[in-house]
């Protein structure tokens, strides 16, 4: 399954799941097909892993799970050739078992089907020609006039063509392909069409180049002058403060002072003496124990072109890659609409899940549903009321209840479609009936309201749904069976004494047999981690639960999940009118909805608001400061740094002016210079936030970035017909801008407009 290169008849692509294992070759002398003896998956992939069967393990009839990109060895493939030279007479053809043999597949005849042969088990090889034939010119329609699949677009995700079809001597290429002159051409449009994580381009950090050779120099240096072994040691990078001290700096001497027994400016000196001088480093100095090092600005020049040409590339990495990553966010009790208290980690989840995605992790976002407890029952004895107050009874409203508007639309809702149908059940029959159809009407309006704000989520997990699996009953088993519960009073409690300073533990399952909170969640991670198989999971929660992250990281550590369990804390958004600040809770019934933001100031101001300091700050939501369009608010100011470049480009563009062939050499004045540095730094800033969590750093920079820009923009002419090479190279150079800006809006979920 996936898109099939022309002519390609070295792999068969098998969707995972699908298929059982294979126990027949699949290739033989000539590389033809056998066929299966099990249905074969639907052509387009629907699954991101995939089973691939490479022939150096097909000769063998061994389906392997491997790296689609693997490229076997090349004496399996010199063997087929040489048995293909050796035998050239057509193999001896046998009969199956269902029909006739297949034909052979170098055949002329045959070289003009579909490379992939599509086969059911059985009966399907007495209508094989017919079946090639018409899985032929479905794929005649499907491909376009250069091979390419339309539909790969919409497949995000597709697994590259194997390395090895390259090698191979190609057979004729059908008649839709005719217009392509180079098959090495067409390999690389196909490549980048397919987006292939492997293939696409990864951009290593300069800081990370620059730790590379600092480690360099500190083991030459060590084996030169006999230190103790420093292999251990972690070369940490950093920016000077002075930037008259270079463009990056090293704490390095400073750290092995005592464990070499040697002054940290003897050390600096002896790194810097062995540091290789070669780009991207110009110079190395030692300063204050301190291992400085300066960029080579030619070579920062040559950066423009490589940044522009990346494009939507730029700043990827593969750090992550091969991981599954779980990130919950939002998770909002369902007890109502979400509201700006509530809805800061919705930015911080999608924005964090994107990053990861950017550096080469599978990201799940998901929601957890919490539709049972205490508060859930709550929420239904609610509704419950104003439902009986509909039907025309005098009943209050208890203090613990939710007062708000928004109740009494629920039980509207269910008179309006039930009508008196559940009149006559008691109150508590009543709530119980009423609390999911509450959590239904409010998540409902949670995933319209999240859309708005731009974030899809893939999984809606229901709290409820875990606890009738089973799940909490396991996850307790296995806590008692590591001797970390005991049953005290009625109640099963969690020994928590050689976790923290709590002498009574913590409380898993109550005296009355309801399962606690806290053994809930811990159920949810377990399962989430081990059936699931996350490789890691991270959970976007409220800074009033840091006694809970307590209680989960003992639970972790119990169950030898700790490493995989990371938790954001963030604190709440406090909402002020007029400068006055607002009390905000729905019992109180008082609270501003995020809806309502949304639609006053917008999803691009909403999410950049929300984002704009670091998570463990308290953040004041001012509305009338967040509608105010200006360069007072931030985000407008960033997006007309997008803008002005596009407009610099369409200017530069009707005076027939464009970055073709531009010489980035001309790039040596020093505001040109700082802007190149400071897009380098897009790499640094993702690396960053992959590892620390960090997002609001992408609107620090992409207020920096913008801010550079301008000035730039002020001070040096880009567009100037009397001098069209420094043009060219200037318009090379807001190209790369362009791009550093374009990757930074995009990873936090703000639009990049081309006019405003």
């Known amino acids: 399954s996936g898109p099939a290169f022309p002519g390609d008849r070295s792999a068969l692509w098998l969707r995972s799941g699908q298929l059982p294992a294979v126990r027949q070759p699949l290739l033989r002398g000539s590389l033809r097909r056998a066929v299966l003896s099990a249905r074969v998956a639907a052509w387009r992939p629907r699954g991101r892993r995939q089973h691939r069967c490479t022939p150096s393990r097909a000769v063998r009839g061994v389906a392997t799970r491997r790296d689609p990109f693997h490229r076997p060895r090349r004496d399996a493939l010199a063997s087929l050739r040489a048995r293909r030279r050796v035998h050239g007479r057509a193999p001896r053809r046998r009969r199956g078992a269902c029909g006739p043999a297949l034909p052979d597949v170098r055949r002329e005849r045959h070289r003009e089907r579909l490379p992939a042969l599509i086969l059911h088990a059985g009966g399907a090889r007495r209508c094989e020609c017919l079946l090639r034939a018409r899985v032929e010119r479905r794929e005649c329609r499907r491909r376009g006039p250069l091979g390419r699949d339309p539909r790969a ?131 190395v100095e030692e300063l204050s124990g301190f291992v400085n090092v300066r960029l080579d600005e030619k070579w920062l020049a040559a950066q423009v072109d490589e940044i522009a040409r990346a494009g939507t590339a730029f700043g990827r990495t ?151 699996s089973g799940y909490f009953e396991k996850t307790l088993a296995e806590l008692r069976a590591l001797g970390k519960v005991y049953d005290k009073d009625g109640a099963v409690w969690f020994e928590a004494s050689e976790a923290v300073d709590d002498k009574e533990g913590w409380v898993l399952v109550r005296s009355n047999g309801e399962p606690g909170y806290l053994g809930k969640d811990i159920a949810y991670h377990v399962q989430s981690l081990r ?136 790039l040596t004045a020093k505001g040109e210079l700082d802007l190149i540095r400071l897009v380098l730094r897009f790499p640094e800033l993702v690396d960053d936030i992959r590892q620390h969590y960090g997002v609001h750093q992408l609107t620090t920079y992409a207020l920096e970035l913008a801010g550079a820009f301008h000035g730039f923009y002020r001070d040096h002419r880009v567009v100037d017909e009397a001098d069209v090479p420094r043009s060219k190279a200037r318009l090379r150079l807001v190209q790369a801008v362009q791009v550093a800006l374009r990757q930074t809006l995009g990873l936090l979920g703000v639009s990049a407009p081309d006019r405003m």
């Open 531 to 666: 059936e699931r198989r996350f490789d890691k999971k991270v959970d976007i929660w409220g800074s009033n639960t840091h006694y809970h992250l307590i209680q989960m990281r003992a639970a972790m550590q119990a169950l030898g999940l700790l490493e995989k369990f990371e938790v954001v804390l963030y604190q709440y958004v406090r909402f002020l009118h007029e400068g006055v600040l607002k009390r905000m809770g729905r019992r109180t019934g008082q609270f501003l909805l995020l809806e309502e933001v949304i639609e006053a100031v917008g999803k691009d101001a909403t999410r950049y608001f929300f984002l704009q300091s670091s998570a463990d700050r308290q953040l004041d939501f001012d509305l009338e400061l967040a509608v105010q369009q200006s360069n007072e608010n931030p985000v407008y100011y960033v997006q007309y740094a997008h803008a002005r470049i596009a407009s610099i480009l369409r200017t530069a563009a009707e005076r027939g002016i464009n970055a073709d062939g531009a010489d980035t050499a001309l």
């Open 153 to 283: 677009a919409r497949t995000r995700r597709l697994h590259g063509q194997p390395g090895h079809a390259r090698d191979r001597v190609r057979p004729r290429r059908p008649p839709h392909l005719a217009a392509l002159r180079d098959p090495r051409t067409e390999w690389r449009r196909w490549r980048a069409h397919a987006r292939c994580p492997r293939l696409a381009g990864v951009t290593v950090p300069v800081r990370d180049q620059v730790a590379a050779a600092i480690k360099d120099g500190l083991a030459r240096a060590s084996t030169e002058l006999g230190w103790p072994d420093v292999d251990g040691v972690p070369v940490d990078i950093e920016r000077p403060g002075n930037p008259e001290h270079g463009d990056y700096a090293s704490n390095i001497a400073l750290k092995l002072a005592r464990h070499a027994r040697k002054p940290p400016r003897e050390i600096a000196r002896a790194i810097r003496d062995r540091v290789r001088v070669a780009p991207p480093i110009a110079s």
């Open 318 to 468: 593969n750090a992550l890659a091969g991981k599954r990553m779980q990130v919950e966010f939002v998770s909002a009790n369902p007890t109502g609409p979400l509201t700006v208290a509530n809805a800061r980690g919705g930015p911080l989840g999608d924005v964090l899940s994107s990053v990861l995605e950017f550096a080469g992790a599978t990201v799940e976002r998901e929601y957890y549903v919490e539709d049972t407890g205490t508060q859930f029952d709550t929420f239904g004895r609610s509704i419950a009321i104003r439902y009986r107050q509909l039907q025309g009874e005098e009943i209050e409203i208890p203090a613990d209840a939710y007062p708000a508007e928004y109740v009494k639309d629920i039980a509207a809702e269910i008179q309006a479609r039930d009508g008196d149908k559940w009149t006559k059940l008691p109150l508590e029959e009543q709530a119980k009936r009423f609390a999911p159809l509450g959590v239904e009407w409010v998540l409902r309006d949670a995933r319209r309201v999240t859309a708005m704000l731009g974030i899809r989520y893939d999984t809606w997990f229901s709290q409820a749904e875990m606890m009738r």
